[in-house]
């Protein structure tokens, strides 16, 4: 990964794999009239994507434990583990 960074040892497939979703995501959100909800999603993707450019994404914001594989391709702005997340 560029600049050394890891990520919870996922690869950088799935690391570039979240950044375009979570882009993809940003541009769709952009096109949306503006609502509190909107606001508060584009926020959850821009702070995912700071920490995937941190290093520090997929590591749960509570526990600091891995995220997990199948949850963040599913949500890929997780924040927290399915533990902390209950």
């Given at each position: 990964?560029?600049?050394?960074?890891h990520?919870?040892?996922y690869g950088t497939g799935m690391t570039a794999d979240a950044?375009?979703?979570l882009v993809a995501r940003r541009e769709t959100l952009r096109q949306q009239p503006v609502s509190d909800a909107v606001t508060m999603e584009l926020r959850e993707v821009d702070e995912a994507?700071?920490?995937i450019d941190g290093g520090t994404w997929g590591r749960c914001l509570q526990c600091?434990?891995?995220i997990g594989r199948d949850r963040l391709r599913a949500v890929p702005d997780a924040?927290?583990?399915v533990?902390?997340?209950r």
């Open positions: 990964m560029a600049g050394g960074k990520h919870v040892g950044r375009r979703a994507l700071a920490r600091g434990g891995a924040k927290f583990c533990s902390c997340g």
